[in-house]
Each structure stands twice: as C-alpha cells, then as structure tokens.
T-cell receptor
Framework: AQKVTQTQTSISVMEKTTVTMDCVYE???????LFWYKQTASGEIVFLIR??????ENATVGHYSLNFQKPKSSIGLIITATQIEDSAVYFC??????????????FGSGTQLTVMP | GGIITQTPKFLIGQEGQKLTLKCQQN?????MYWYRQDSGKGLRLIYY???????QKGDLSEGYDASREKKSSFSLTVTSAQKNEMAVFLC??????????????FGPGTRLTVL
C-alpha cells in the first residue's frame, strides 16, 4: 500500500537561511510522481514543485528544490534564502497508480515551518 | 487562469443533521476531488470524480455522499453529521492535458462545526 511519511512536525529557522524538510514514501509502482504543497495560515493550498520518478535530475523552481534519493524512497524539499512569508505547513504527496484519468494523491501529515526574523 | 470556489466558508450543523457542501471550478477540469483535513493533520480523500456523473470512493467515503451533475460543480453531503468529523473540507480539481496534468488546484475550504 502507498504511504507518505513526514516525521518532522515542526521546524523553526532564521530568515535567509536554508531549510530542508524530509519526506519518505512507499509504493509498489515503478513510475510515480512526488509533490510538495504549501498551506498558508489562511488555509490556502498551493502547488510548489514536482518530481517525476523516472527523472534523475532534481527539480528546481525558484528558491525551492528537491533532493530526490530514489534508493532511499526519499524526497526532501529544500528552501534556500528563506523569507518570513515561507512560514506555512508543507505537505509531501505522491501520485498513486491507476488509469490516467482516475488517480489519487496520498498526502503526508505535513511539516510546520516557522521562519523567524 | 481559473478559480475554485467553495460554499459555504463556514458550516455549522447539529449532530445527526444532513449537510451539503458545494464546490465550483471554472478551469474546465475533468477531475474533481473532496478531501477532509482534521486539525493539524494531512488531507484524506473522501470522493473524487473523473467526469460529469462519475463518482469514485476514497478511503474516507463512509458517512458521505457526493454528486457531480455538471462538469464545473461537485457537491459533498455529510449524511448524518457527527461531532468527531469537525474538520476543514477541501475541494480540488486537476487538468487532464499538457505538462501540468498531475497537479491539483485547491479551493479555500469549508470549515465544518457540529454542535
């Protein structure tokens, strides 16, 4: 069965530093997609970045990047030069297998990031 | 661009009451989802729909019904509200074309309180 685990409940960092959030996953599928979403204090959830399992290069979008370690079933999110507005809950998610039009996302429990001035 | 709207934003009901949450999207996406988020927890899938009039159960479907009468709208009904299901209900949709086909877009949520 598919499972996504985020063991860090909360992290606090100083502004302008780099933070890494951990995520490990379990899947029997040979092809899968991994995602990170951000949920702000208002409750809004936005997509940040995605990693396709067949790609060896780590995805990068703006000041977000991923550390994809396939043998360890691990997909860490790295935020460089953190800003106060990065404070939020970050969710890791994995696409479950199935027909292209009927797939599901499995979410981790989230990591609360607090960026301090 | 597009938007997902959820109504109402806050829903208060009595235990045992039947309650309906509504979701509209103007992305023209085929697939829509309902998730439940308990306080401090991740998202769990209740129902999803890959097209008009299609319904697929998620892991948390017991106690809920869903309806997809139009492509743009997806409703969720709590059949008999219970105090232990006070949570935020999130609607999402996803495109079925192009390079972004795997990404989901989320609505702002409906917060349910059961008295």
């Amino acid at each position: 069965a598919q499972k996504v685990t985020q063991t860090q409940t909360s992290i606090s960092v100083m502004e302008k530093t780099t933070v890494t959030m951990d995520c490990v996953y379990e899947t029997q599928d040979s092809s899968y997609f991994l995602f990170w979403y951000k949920q702000t204090a208002s409750g809004e959830i936005v997509f940040l970045i995605r990693q396709d399992s067949y790609k060896k290069e780590n995805a990068t979008v703006g000041h977000y990047s991923l550390n994809f370690q396939k043998p360890k079933s691990s997909i860490g999110l790295i935020i460089t030069a953190t800003q106060i507005e990065d404070s939020a809950v970050y969710f890791c998610a994995m696409r479950e297998g199935g027909a292209s039009g009927s797939w599901q996302l499995i979410f981790g429990s989230g990591t609360q990031l607090t960026v301090m001035p | 661009g597009g938007i997902i709207t959820q109504t109402p934003k806050f829903l208060i009901g009595q235990e045992g009451q039947k309650l309906t949450l509504k979701c509209q999207q103007n992305f023209n996406h085929d697939t829509m989802y309902w998730y439940r988020q308990d306080s401090g927890k991740g998202l769990r899938l209740i129902y999803y729909s890959i097209t008009e009039n299609d319904l697929q159960k998620g892991d948390l479907s017991e106690g809920y019904d869903a309806s997809r009468e139009k492509k743009s709208s997806f409703s969720l009904t709590v059949t008999s509200a219970q105090k232990n299901e006070m949570a935020v209900f999130l609607c999402a949709s996803r495109p079925d074309w192009g390079g972004n086909y795997a990404e989901q877009f989320f609505g702002p949520g409906t917060r349910l309180t059961v008295l």
